[in-house]
């Protein structure tokens, strides 16, 4: 009787995730889909082509590696902030971690389109507008609360007795951050380095306003609207790009989704 009365919501759950999946579809069926046949409206790419993927190779390249480093340099920057504040405040209990946390929820709380603008000014003056370390420091910015705050979150619930018991072995704050408190945190630590990378991969808020001019220095979220004319759209390239452009992050999610479930279950240590 129980199978019998939740047919229906198994039913509403495959046909909302089929809804939301048929727009991934509709990319990957226009990216092989040649340009005199696109408009037809086909549900499979009848005029089967590899041609908008030659042109992505050729043309986008440049633009995925600028996106490949700022987003792998936006990882490395938000964990060498976020994992020592948050054994500061978790573990060292240094004062003012209320003060700190209410900061980071405000800090979150900011419109990236406010922040835009000022790191438009403030790059301007400093000469980082245009360039790729400007768009990582940027990046981090939004990386940074979220991953102080997940792994705050994490480090507070690991038992007191086993600092306790490596401060009386001797061991140095240095080394308990370095051979207790990081090991265990890897499942945190993962969930955050994905949400960085995640942000700096498909951030266009920042890439617009402070790297509009960069050249082929620009991240894959501008250098895709070379396809896109005031009087011309080349849908074709523009679809295959975006399905080059969703493969690193589909991977991603695919290896690392076991170390998230685990992760943003904070305040237990999990092995």
């Known amino acids: 009787m129980k199978h019998r009365s939740t047919w229906w919501k198994t039913l509403i759950g495959v046909i909302l995730t089929l809804v939301m999946l ?3 579809y509709w990319m990957i069926n226009i990216a092989f889909t040649e340009r005199s046949s696109i408009r037809s409206g086909d549900l499979y790419p ?4 590899l041609e908008n ?3 992505v190779f050729a043309d986008q390249m440049p633009y995925l590696g600028t996106s490949l480093v700022i987003a792998l340099s936006c990882v490395l920057v938000t964990l060498l902030i976020a994992l020592p504040a948050s054994y500061a405040i978790a573990i060292l209990r240094l004062g003012g971690a209320k003060t700190v946390n209410f900061l980071l929820v405000v800090a979150q709380m900011i419109p990236a389109v406010v922040m835009a603008l000022g790191f ?3 790059f301007n003056e400093i000469g980082l507008l245009d360039t790729i370390p400007g768009l990582i ?21 690991m038992p007191v007795s086993l600092i306790e018991a490596a401060k009386i072995d001797g061991a140095s704050n240095w080394r308990i951050f370095t051979r207790i408190v990081i090991p265990l945190s890897r499942n945190s630590i993962v969930t955050t380095s994905l949400f960085a990378f995640l942000w700096a991969w498909s951030d266009f808020m920042f890439a617009s306003t402070l790297d509009s001019g960069g050249g082929l220095l620009r991240p894959i979220t501008m250098g895709i609207y070379d ?19 969703s493969i690193p992050t589909a991977l991603l999610l695919i290896v690392a989704q076991k170390y998230v ?7 237990a240590i999990k092995d």
């Open 53 to 55: 993927f030659q042109r």
């Open 227 to 245: 396809y896109i004319g005031a009087q011309n759209q080349e849908w074709g390239p523009l679809m295959a790009t975006a399905v080059v452009a």
């Open 137 to 157: 420091l940027a990046d981090s910015t939004v990386a940074v609360p979220f991953a102080v705050m997940l792994l705050t979150s994490f480090m507070s619930g």
């Open 261 to 267: 479930a685990a992760g943003v279950t904070a305040g």
């Open 120 to 122: 438009y000014q403030i």
């Open 46 to 49: 009848k005029a089967f082509t």
């Open 22 to 24: 048929f727009p991934v």
